[in-house]
């Protein structure tokens, strides 16, 4: 039987690089990887669907979900970017802001709302913090560059304020000259890797804090998932499970690779302790695919109904006896119940 011919648009990461270089196959597949920016992706699948696997913004897809929307996309529990997001927080030293519960009342930037390093931040001030989304103002921009917009239309309560910058300015320049009070951002803005003075991280011993959410909560942030084309999923009903276990391969040959203190496989000195206190914090599997701790929910979290959980694949995957465990399990995501308070 000749081999399902599919495109596989993901970003090239060590997780993935075995299906790229082709020493790991989809089994009853043959893939023709592209590899893609994330940002160009999403904006590429989301508005044409031109991808049959690719890697998606999983807060654009729970939104569309949560809405009844018909996503073209399947989601399958492969989790190709994972990031703790306690280091995105920026501020302005002369505004009081100190702790959390200082942004109540403050002026926040965001390049889009919806994103999920966004979506993630809002779920660690709320659920860790208690500060609403609701208790400061938002503005909306592009970071670097002026025009960056909203890639799905916001459903926002009226509690939520939110508007747009101008169009001939951007973040990074409200937050140097004092228009803006604090900044979330997945890269650091220039006013700060150019050392201006009194721009600083919310959390500067990010890494300490973020260790501590992970010893409390169990969660390491979910950013980007894989998504199947529905299409496929419900005519060849393997080819989810195929994925997954593509994928899961992929990396753990990664870890293998960055584990072997003979010979380093990145550029950096002390990869060995590195790995090391990893482990030592998050346990031997420290970037999970489908597990008890991917699936557990956060205590106040944010970023889904309840209704949303578990999340589901089509029937036709549902029904196959090749479809993943995750499926036919009570498997809710590490996110929020209240998505559209959002």
Known sequence: MAKLSISVACKNYDRVRAISDGRVGIEGCEVNFLDLKPEELFFRAYRNSEFDVCELSLSSYMLTLSRGEKNPYVA?????????????????EDRGIEQPADLRNKRV?????????????RALL???????????EWLQGGL????????????????????AVPNDTTLNAMLSDGRLDALIAMRPPNCFTSGQQGIRRLFPDYRTDEAAY???????????????????VESHPWLASSVVSAFTEAKQIAIEEISNRGAMAAT????????????????????????SRTCRPSRRSSSMPTSMAPLRVSSACRNSSRRPRWISSRCEWPVCERLAEF
Do not use: C, N
């Not at 709320?126 to 208790?135: A, F, L």
């Not at 992970?214 to 299409?231: D, E, L, Q, S, Y």
């Not at 950096?268 to 597990?291: N, R, Y």
């Open 109 to 121: 930037g965001v390049p889009e709302y919806q994103v999920t390093a966004a979506l993630w931040v």
């Open 144 to 163: 670097e560059e002026p025009g960056r917009v909203e890639k799905l239309k916001l459903d926002l309560p009226p509690s939520v304020r939110i508007s």
């Open 214 to 232: 992970f010893r409390r909560t169990g969660i390491f942030p979910i950013m980007h998932v894989v998504g199947v084309r529905r299409a496929l």
């Open 126 to 136: 709320d659920g860790e913090y208690g500060v609403k989304p609701s208790d400061f």
């Open 268 to 291: 950096l000195p002390w990869l060995g302790a590195h790995i090391d206190e990893t482990v030592a914090t998050m346990g031997q599997d420290f970037w999970p695919t489908a597990s």
């Open 76 to 92: 399958v529990p492969v989790f190709v970017s994972r990031t703790f997001r306690h280091s995105a927080i920026y501020m302005r």
